[in-house]
């Protein structure tokens, strides 16, 4: 059943950018109302936990370092069909197949450094919601 939440992250190349704005703008201005958000910076314990999935992918070491080596804005979005309209809004996990308009189109660096997470189900989007919020956080 689908839900109507997801969770994203503005990567550590975002803030370092200066795009958080311009990124927060794009994802109200596309119907999603922030219900969650917060700026911090994750652990490596807390990277490796996020991405456990992909530990077994050549690109983990990598991916670990780049989340942690500067602050992200992790945040709760509620829309109707979250999920899969936040994916859409940000493209593909490539900017290069990234569609015209899309946040990775527009301010992603590359296949590694692509500038958001969006969830990639309704169940992720509540396991990495309240990986990164309580309760009482999210209003
Ligand atoms: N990633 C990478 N190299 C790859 C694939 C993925 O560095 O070949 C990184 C990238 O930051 C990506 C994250 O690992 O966003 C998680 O990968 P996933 O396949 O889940 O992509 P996403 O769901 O973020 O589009
Ligand atoms: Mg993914």
Redesign the pocket.
């Not at 296949?111 to 692509?114: G, T, V, Y």
């Given at each position: 059943m689908a839900t109507n939440r997801t969770f994203t992250m503005l990567?550590p190349d975002s803030l370092e950018k200066g795009n958080t704005g311009a990124i927060l703008e794009k994802i109200s201005a596309s119907g999603f109302k922030i219900i969650a958000m917060k700026q911090t910076q994750m652990s490596k314990r807390d990277a490796e936990t996020f991405?456990a999935?992909?530990s077994e992918?050549p690109?983990f070491g990598?991916?670990v370092e780049?989340?942690t080596r500067g602050p992200i804005v992790a945040a709760i979005l509620e829309k109707d069909n979250a999920v899969e309209d936040f994916r859409t809004l940000?493209g593909?996990?490539?900017p290069e197949d990234a569609a015209d308009g899309t946040i990775r189109k527009l301010y992603a660096s590359s296949?590694?450094?692509?500038a958001v997470?969006?969830s990639?189900s309704d169940d992720n989007a509540a396991i990495e919601g309240s990986f990164h919020f309580s309760g009482r956080e999210i209003f």
């Open positions: 990567k991405y999935i992909h992918r690109f990598d991916l780049y989340m940000i593909a996990t490539n296949i590694s450094e692509n997470h969006g990639d």
